[in-house]
């Protein structure tokens, strides 16, 4: 059997003939011609040498199939991580309440089936809230670990091919929940969910709570100014004065490490209008602001692995932390490509966040409308809307070093997928390193507009 890790976290195990099971579906469905090759079956019993080397091209076969986007965003491929995922997790289908939190603290509380999927449980949440259909897409729902100042740090936003009573509830740690939130980045979208009383309460809260919690910079006067629409009830005046303001928009993420400008530096990393903003502390203590644009990034790639256990034998195989890299290639100037590498727990919910910048970006140029982004439901099946299927990925990108992988990108919002022997979890790496993810929105800038 192999665990599957999706983005540096267990998400199931199976057996090789489940994946071979799968293998024939796709194959049935798309044709031999679209499904990658499969790792051949075996007559003798394999060697050891022969386990680890079908877990390799299993492996690099389960990311090949994620990074093709007809293969990896299909309802058998995602139904098939989704059923691992619960029956790896032991919990059997039947209704369950779920809470969901809100920006202000409050609790969502909807009845669902152990076995609903991540936009099942959006569409329960919305309906529960009243919010208008054409107005869902707007949000999503993440998983966070709320800190102890009640603030939240966010883990990942749930996806397509998991369970979210099962993500959260296997987690067995009450301080793990599901928060829903907007999930766009150009605040010219919030007057589109302004229009409704719903989405208009929703956004305040969400912009309140971002206050409260220092995301936004405020000062004196600006505070002042808040307090009093806040008193009021100016829902809209105060949306529109936070709008205004410095970090509106971004998601704030824990203090961490990175190489830029030099190793081993402190950062506080902030995701917004396209672009991530570093909060740098140097060695000498001196604090440096910067900011680097999506556009400018030419790809990026996130590597996971897993140390060895240096505990006693008896220790759990649990307490081991995995760690996460969010690497990205930039163009410092107008010949000149330089690698920045951000060491966090968070790196995934960073890469995610990127591409779903991207995606933002691509589809405004494209002419298409987030509003039609949502998938909608079609005679009980899950489709994505036309105006959405227009925007198609581009050709892969060439890589400036020959030495190196072409680099894919993932329709999947960056989705690593990795796989390794049951028993052979003492490996100290679990890496997708060759996962690079070109990016679509870069541009070449050359160095007066730097």
Request: net charge neutral.
């Amino acid at each position: 059997a192999y665990n599957i890790h999706v983005n540096g976290v267990l998400h199931c195990r199976v057996r090789y003939s489940q994946l071979l099971g799968l293998h024939e579906q796709l194959r049935k469905e798309y044709g031999a011609n679209v499904v990658p090759a499969f790792p051949p079956k075996k007559i003798f019993t394999l060697t050891p040498a022969e386990v680890e080397q079908r877990r390799e091209q299993l492996e690099k076969y389960m990311q090949a199939v994620r990074q093709d986007p007809t293969l990896g965003g299909s309802e058998t491929f995602n139904s098939f991580l989704r059923k691992a995922q619960q029956e790896t997790q032991q919990i059997p289908t039947e209704e369950v309440v779920l809470e969901v939190l809100l920006s202000n603290g409050q609790k969502v509380k909807v009845t669902i089936l152990t076995s609903d999927q991540t936009e099942d449980v959006l569409e329960a949440v919305a309906s529960k809230l009243d919010l208008p259909d054409d107005l869902v897409g707007y949000f999503s729902l993440f998983l966070v670990r709320q800190t102890k100042d009640g603030a939240f740090s966010f883990v990942r936003k749930l996806q397509e091919f998991e369970l979210p009573y099962v993500s959260v509830t296997s987690l067995h740690n009450p301080e793990f929940q599901i928060i829903l939130r907007k999930s766009y980045w150009d605040s010219a979208y919030d007057d589109d969910v302004m229009e409704h009383r719903v989405g208009l309460n929703l956004l305040y809260a969400q912009t309140v709570s971002d206050i409260e919690h220092g995301w936004i910079l405020v000062n004196k006067e600006q505070h002042r100014q808040l307090k009093s629409l806040q008193e009021k009830v100016s829902k809209k005046e105060f949306i529109r004065l936070a709008q205004t303001l410095k970090y509106y928009g971004y998601l704030k993420f824990d203090p961490c490490v990175t190489d830029f400008p030099e190793k081993g530096c402190h950062v506080v990393v902030s995701a917004g209008n396209n672009e991530l903003n570093f909060q740098v502390r140097l060695p000498n203590e001196q604090i440096k602001e910067g900011s680097f644009k999506v556009t400018r990034m030419r790809c990026w790639r996130v590597t996971s692995s897993v140390p060895m256990s240096n505990g006693p034998s008896g220790s759990s195989p649990g307490k081991s932390e995995v760690k996460l890299e969010l690497a990205f290639e930039y163009l410092m100037s107008k010949d000149r490509l330089q690698w920045v590498t951000i060491t966090s727990p968070q790196a995934i919910m960073l890469s995610i966040c990127l591409q779903s910048m991207v995606d933002e970006l691509m589809v405004k140029k494209s002419g298409g409308s987030i509003r039609k982004m949502f998938r909608r439901r079609v005679n009980g099946a899950l489709r994505r809307s036309d105006s959405q299927q227009a925007v198609k990925s581009p050709p892969l990108l060439d890589s400036p070093d020959a030495s190196r992988e072409s680099m894919a990108k993932l329709s999947s919002k960056l989705t690593s997928v990795s796989l390794r022997g049951i028993s052979h979890s003492s490996s100290a790496n679990d890496v997708g390193a060759n996962d690079f993810h070109g990016n679509y929105a870069f541009e070449g800038i050359g160095d007066e507009d730097l």
